[in-house]
């Protein structure tokens, strides 16, 4: 790779940058978001669980 291509590289990256980082931003809300979600899915289905072996 030639050093120029490395520079047009870099100016399409610092011309992208907003877009980029709204959407690494984005997309890590996102994940935080789904784990927080199915950790509390999988805490009510673990409750659920215990309640009917603590019946039968």
Same mark, same amino acid.
């Given at each position: 790779?030639? @050093?120029?291509?490395?520079?047009? %590289?870099? $100016?399409? &990256?610092?011309? *992208?940058?907003? %877009? %980029? !980082?709204? @959407? @690494? =931003?984005? !997309? @890590?809300? +996102?994940?935080? +978001? !789904?784990? &927080?979600? !199915?950790?509390? &899915? +999988? %805490? #009510? *289905?673990?409750? #659920?669980? #215990?309640? +009917? $072996?603590? =019946?039968?």
């Amino acid at each position: 790779m030639k @050093f120029t291509d490395f520079e047009k %590289l870099m $100016h399409m &990256i610092r011309d *992208l940058w907003p %877009l %980029l !980082s709204a @959407f @690494f =931003v984005g !997309s @890590f809300i +996102i994940c935080t +978001i !789904s784990s &927080i979600a !199915s950790y509390f &899915i +999988i %805490l #009510r *289905l673990a409750g #659920r669980y #215990r309640k +009917i $072996h603590e =019946v039968s």
